[in-house]
């Protein structure tokens, strides 16, 4: 069965965005980038709410199109546009989305244990408000997250409060040269 892992940067104390969805605070270096691509090349797809799905859209289809993109900009450009996007939305017309995108209107835990179900590589889950969804359904298999080496001291949490806590095994930890320190945890069953 397949896995929903929710990636994520967060800083160190915690948020995934500035007060204002400012993320100019991300540190994504070449090493990253490249671990990032790799990382997503395998997944059978990429969940995502409107916000983040529009964000990436807008940039990613022709990304390597641009003289200056590096090479892991342009190696990202191509998976984004081959890969399977699953789009939560209630304002997003189908129509709007690229060809590899099946826009769906609300978390149901029946349909996504179904496309856990479905052959293919894992699901990557992105975007704090749709993961909160996720997180309250029991949803997430694994959480990939990229710790900072920044504070910000306000901003959006990644994680809502929860009834109590959340035990999880760590699988893996990470340094990157930058200072990102990756840690990944699986959900204890």
Do not use: C
């Not at 500035?18 to 490249?34: A, M, S, T």
């Not at 892991?72 to 997003?92: C, H, N, P, Q």
């Amino acid at each position: 069965m397949r896995k929903i892992i929710l990636m994520s940067q967060v800083s160190l104390d915690g948020y995934y965005e500035g007060p204002e969805r400012q993320i100019d605070w991300h540190r994504v270096d070449e090493e990253l980038h490249q671990h990032m691509n790799d990382e997503l090349r395998s997944v059978g797809g990429m969940l995502m709410g409107r916000i983040t799905y529009e964000l990436m859209d807008a940039y990613w289809p022709t990304a390597d199109a641009d003289p200056a993109a590096s090479a892991a900009e342009a190696d990202f450009a191509g998976i984004w546009r081959s890969a399977r996007k699953y789009v939560y939305s209630r304002t997003l017309d189908a129509g709007q989305a690229d060809p590899h995108a099946t826009v769906l209107r609300e978390v149901v835990p029946e349909e996504v244990r179904a496309l856990k179900a479905a052959p293919g590589g894992d699901l990557t889950l992105s975007g704090a408000d749709l993961a909160a969804s996720f997180l309250r359904h029991g949803l997430v298999d694994e959480y990939r997250i990229y710790v900072q080496p920044v504070r910000i001291g306000r901003g959006h949490s990644l994680f809502p409060p929860s009834d109590g806590p959340v035990p999880l095994r760590l699988e893996e930890t990470r340094t990157f040269g930058n200072g990102v320190v990756l840690l990944r945890y699986a959900t204890q069953t």
